[in-house]
């Protein structure tokens, strides 16, 4: 915004915000505890490297303007030079503080209104730039970031030295940089592998058969029966342990024959029927 737009009201307001962001970086690393010291130190110049540099151009660039001060404080604050603006820097500045408007109350109230930005405060001298500059994007501030914390972390590595190469063992893989010392065979050599392979038959006897055992007999007399296999031994019958008793038997006896049945407990009305007007009676 400070590139494209060098009259803003606010570019030393935007200058600062730049110079904290590069300083609360440099904290970050100085607190952080995962990064090793030598890095952390180059890391922490970096970033106020960076941050020194958006605070010196609100001096050298707004010598006029009304938070210079706050610059000039915070580079004495990291032990930096400030440097001196240039005749021409601080005329060109004050003409441009000398032509604001100070905002006033209608102004504010018709902002609201009004669609569109409030240029009261704007810079009405000095010519604004024609060359659009080069956009700054949030990937590309990343991308530099990554760029700064390798460059640190690489800078820790002593460098590998040249022209010292280990030749390849005999069962290691060959490498590009250096080819293996072991000769490769392609062929046999022609007086051959000085390897050769006999088989070897059993002797046989006159008008006896081939032996396929290739003369490999077996271990132990010949006449060896094997036992056959034994017959499981039978099941045990199962047999009741508890007798029965005769006043059990007699109890089960007594309990499958049917009581008899006394005519004279039992009710009349079960043995005599009813006849005449007693039919009606339910009772």
């Given at each position: 915004m400070v590139d494209t737009?060098?009259?803003?009201?606010?570019?030393?307001?935007?200058?600062?915000?730049?110079?904290?962001?590069?300083?609360?970086?440099?904290h970050s690393v100085q607190i952080s505890t995962r990064i090793p010291g030598a890095t952390r130190e180059r890391l922490m110049a970096v970033y106020q490297d960076k941050a020194a540099q958006a605070y010196a151009r609100v001096i050298t660039r707004y010598p006029m303007a009304p938070h210079v001060e706050d610059a000039r404080d915070r580079l004495v604050a990291m032990n930096r030079p400030v440097p001196e603006p240039s005749d021409a820097a601080v005329a060109e500045s004050d003409a441009e503080e000398r032509s604001r408007a100070k905002l006033q109350f209608t102004d504010t109230f018709l902002g609201v209104i009004r669609h569109g930005p409030t240029v009261v405060e704007a810079v009405h001298v000095g010519e604004p730039s024609l060359d659009d500059?080069?956009?700054?994007?949030?990937?590309?501030?990343?991308?530099?970031?990554?760029?700064?914390?390798?460059?640190?972390?690489?800078?820790?590595?002593?460098?590998?030295?040249?022209?010292?190469?280990?030749?390849?063992?005999?069962?290691?893989?060959?490498?590009?940089?250096?080819?293996?010392?072991?000769?490769?065979q392609m062929a046999p050599p022609s007086g051959g592998t000085g390897v050769?392979?006999?088989?070897?038959?059993?002797?046989?006897?006159?008008?006896?058969?081939?032996?396929?055992?290739?003369?490999?007999?077996?271990?132990?007399?010949?006449?060896?029966?094997?036992?056959?296999?034994?017959?499981?031994?039978?099941?045990?019958?199962?047999?009741?342990?508890?007798?029965?008793?005769?006043?059990t038997a007699t109890a089960l006896d007594d309990k499958s024959k049917k009581p008899k049945v006394d005519s004279k407990e039992e009710s009349d009305s079960k043995k005599k029927k009813k006849k005449g007007l007693a039919k009606l009676n339910p009772f």
């Amino acid at each position: 915004m400070v590139d494209t737009y060098p009259l803003y009201s606010k570019s030393d307001l935007a200058l600062l915000g730049i110079g904290d962001a590069y300083a609360g970086e440099a904290h970050s690393v100085q607190i952080s505890t995962r990064i090793p010291g030598a890095t952390r130190e180059r890391l922490m110049a970096v970033y106020q490297d960076k941050a020194a540099q958006a605070y010196a151009r609100v001096i050298t660039r707004y010598p006029m303007a009304p938070h210079v001060e706050d610059a000039r404080d915070r580079l004495v604050a990291m032990n930096r030079p400030v440097p001196e603006p240039s005749d021409a820097a601080v005329a060109e500045s004050d003409a441009e503080e000398r032509s604001r408007a100070k905002l006033q109350f209608t102004d504010t109230f018709l902002g609201v209104i009004r669609h569109g930005p409030t240029v009261v405060e704007a810079v009405h001298v000095g010519e604004p730039s024609l060359d659009d500059p080069k956009r700054t994007l949030a990937p590309e501030i990343t991308k530099e970031n990554i760029a700064m914390f390798t460059d640190a972390m690489s800078a820790n590595k002593p460098p590998a030295p040249a022209g010292i190469v280990s030749p390849t063992n005999a069962n290691e893989p060959t490498r590009s940089d250096q080819p293996s010392t072991v000769p490769l065979q392609m062929a046999p050599p022609s007086g051959g592998t000085g390897v050769s392979a006999e088989i070897v038959s059993a002797p046989q006897g006159n008008g006896a058969p081939p032996d396929t055992s290739a003369g490999l007999k077996a271990v132990g007399p010949d006449n060896t029966v094997v036992p056959g296999a034994e017959k499981p031994a039978e099941a045990p019958i199962p047999v009741n342990e508890v007798k029965s008793t005769g006043a059990t038997a007699t109890a089960l006896d007594d309990k499958s024959k049917k009581p008899k049945v006394d005519s004279k407990e039992e009710s009349d009305s079960k043995k005599k029927k009813k006849k005449g007007l007693a039919k009606l009676n339910p009772f």
